[in-house]
């Protein structure tokens, strides 16, 4: 029992730096992100817009995983900052490549349109997927 304390708090100071480095990467992701779209996530929410709620969970979920897979892999706290910025640089990708592809993608959202919304998911999750398959080598 004494072992496992022990290696508790040597471990404890490391396990929070990266947890909140974690967290704060997937802050300003979620925040910047919100700020990239053309369309304002929370206030369409607020007003009971399940496309809108679905995008930005998708995007939440998009951003965490590949996060949480760095977390894993990561060497050190550069590492782990590096590769969340690298994920969202792609989530910010797989957007705008949904955007092009179904034209107006925030106006559909807007719009309350689910599918749109599930097409985005579904390409944010598939990046998210892959992005973290790749980064856990």
């Known amino acids: 029992m004494e072992e496992a304390l022990m290696a508790l708090w040597a471990g404890l100071p490391i396990f929070i730096v990266h947890s909140l480095t974690s967290l704060v990467l997937l802050g300003v992701g979620i925040a910047v992100y919100m700020r990239f779209t053309k369309h304002d996530e929370l206030a369409l929410i607020r007003a009971g817009n399940v496309a809108a709620a679905l995008s930005l969970g998708g995007a939440i979920v998009g951003l965490a995983l590949p996060i949480a897979f760095s977390l894993a892999a990561a060497v050190s706290l550069w590492d782990l900052v590096i590769w969340g910025i690298v994920a969202f640089v792609l989530q910010l990708v797989a957007f705008r490549l949904v955007d092009l592809f179904l034209k107006d ?3 559909r959202i807007e719009a309350g349109e689910m599918g749109a919304a599930v097409l985005l998911v579904a390409f944010k ?7 973290s398959a790749a980064i856990a080598g």
């Open 105 to 107: 993608l925030s106006h």
């Open 125 to 131: 999750l598939a990046t998210a997927f892959i992005n």
